[in-house]
């Protein structure tokens, strides 16, 4: 029986078009700077997304941390939601490896910082204070369900970066997802940051990496920081290829993968015992009534037990659990699901 995979985006495995470009890759040695699929993608990338360059990077985790590295000193300060994925899920790195200190402010319920909040997270021009040097956003955010943040929000942080003489960085991990799901050119989502990572693992289907983009002087630094990460790469163009199909083919086909994350969410909705909790873009929340007759643990290990179905309880909240559609779960797989955990729950 073949398995559904809904436990993340991050379980997408290369399409058939990114393995025979893997296979005929033309690859150099990228800390040259001559390995020409490496160089191409990053064309690509920063073009796509309106900057002047970029830089290939391991992981979005590793692009987030070399933009912050990038454009803080030690000691310096950024402004940064409660719930997001540098704050929560990339281990500090920011305070281990650069001395840089997270001023938290609440992330609303659809994803956004409150301007009032930013204005206050400020610190003044006083000595026992750290220097306030960068805000970051995420879109989509993850901890808010996926939710995509507005172009026209994304403009008002951008203006009030530049009103504070602030830096303004984006953790784009699923941006393209924001851009589907809102109809817009993802360059319009970008437009006034300094510097946005993106993956282009996930709903993007490669099997490794993420671009950072931004100005060329920046991406000179980042590209510092990438080395003394253990970031910089020999032959990487294989994996560059990859990337390069993800880029050109697959961001216009993710409208696909949020309408079957909304027939799921509507199929799920009716069965007795679910609880929905919400559905936006590829994300899929929901809980076990108290009369479903079976625990959160109980539920995930007979699905994957009976139906090879794998799900896993949310670690961002008790009780919950998150299901991520991507490429390779399509409308039959949706059926599957619905009528499983239906025959599970009857």
């Known amino acids: 029986m073949k398995t559904i995979d809904l436990r993340s985006d991050t379980v997408s495995h290369p399409t058939p078009a990114m393995r025979e470009a893997m296979a005929r890759a033309e690859v150099g040695d990228d800390v040259y700077h001559d390995d020409p699929t490496v160089n191409q993608l990053e064309a690509d990338a920063a073009a796509l997304l309106g900057k002047e360059a970029a830089v290939f990077v391991t992981s979005g985790t590793q692009g987030n941390l070399c933009a912050l590295l990038a454009h803080c000193n030690r000691g310096e300060s950024i402004i940064i939601g409660d719930t997001s994925h540098i704050f929560r899920y990339e281990q500090g790195g920011m305070a281990q490896l650069g001395g840089i200190l997270p001023h938290t402010v609440p992330v609303q319920p659809d994803g956004t910082l409150r301007l009032c909040d930013l204005e206050s997270a400020i610190n003044p021009d006083d000595e026992h204070k750290p220097v306030t040097r960068l805000v970051a956003l995420e879109n989509t955010h993850n901890m808010a369900g996926g939710m995509p943040l507005s172009s026209e929000y994304t403009a008002h942080v951008a203006d009030f970066a530049r009103r504070n003489q602030l830096l303004f960085h984006i953790d784009g991990a699923r941006i393209f997802n924001a851009a589907a799901a809102l109809g817009v050119d993802v360059k319009a989502l970008t437009e006034g940051a300094d510097s946005v990572t993106f993956c282009l693992s996930k709903g993007l289907c490669a099997p490794v990496g993420s671009v950072l983009v931004g100005g060329r002087d920046f991406i000179r630094r980042a590209r510092r920081a990438r080395k003394v990460l253990g970031g910089s790469l020999r032959q990487a163009g294989i994996l560059a290829a990859a990337g390069l199909v ?101």
């Open 246 to 346: 993800a880029l050109h083919t697959m961001r216009d086909r993710l409208s696909d993968d949020h309408g079957n994350a909304h027939l799921l969410a509507e199929g799920l909705s009716e069965i007795p015992g679910v609880c929905l909790k919400g559905q936006n873009t590829n994300f899929v929340f929901f809980s076990l009534a108290d009369d479903a007759g079976l625990s959160l643990d109980e539920f995930v290990g007979a699905l994957q037990r009976d139906y090879s179905i794998l799900m896993s309880p949310y670690s961002g909240e008790r009780g919950l659990i998150r299901l991520r559609t991507h490429y390779w779960i399509d409308r039959a797989a949706i059926d599957k699901v619905i009528a499983a955990v239906g025959a599970l729950l009857s």
